[in-house]
Nanobody, 127 residues
């Protein structure tokens, strides 16, 4: 049993910044990352980072978002800068052993059974 606890969501104006954090309570997983889901759209991968420090950022947020982790504390962070209204959505933390997947493929795994998931935190960006 894994529990992922997210924090840091909220409401900001366009151009603002938020920092999301996620802590895994029971185990250190090789892959930890973030997905998001905007109203009326499918869930999409945002960023993922492995225990060895390798990472991948989605093109839609590259240059604005950064992912980092503290392996010893089972924590992954998402620093979101220059936020846009289209960044609005529910952000979900996810973690699993990677299963040998490339990080690009990992970000395409969207189903409930694909990862251990947090309950999500709302991010709202107003114009």
């Amino acid at each position: 049993q894994v529990q992922l606890v997210e924090s840091g969501g909220g409401s900001v104006q366009a151009g603002g910044a938020l920092r999301l954090s996620c802590v895994a309570s029971t185990y250190t997983y090789a892959c930890m990352g973030w997905f998001r889901q905007a109203p009326g759209k499918e869930r999409e991968g945002v960023a993922v980072i492995k225990s060895d420090g390798s990472l991948k950022i989605a093109d839609s947020v590259k240059g604005r978002f950064a992912i980092s982790r503290d392996v010893a504390e089972n924590t992954v962070n998402l620093q979101m800068n220059s936020l846009k209204p289209e960044d609005t959505g529910i952000y979900y933390c996810a973690a699993d052993p990677c299963r040998g997947a490339s990080l690009g493929r990992w970000l395409l795994w969207l189903q409930l059974a694909d990862h251990n998931w947090g309950q999500g935190t709302q991010v709202t960006v107003s114009s």
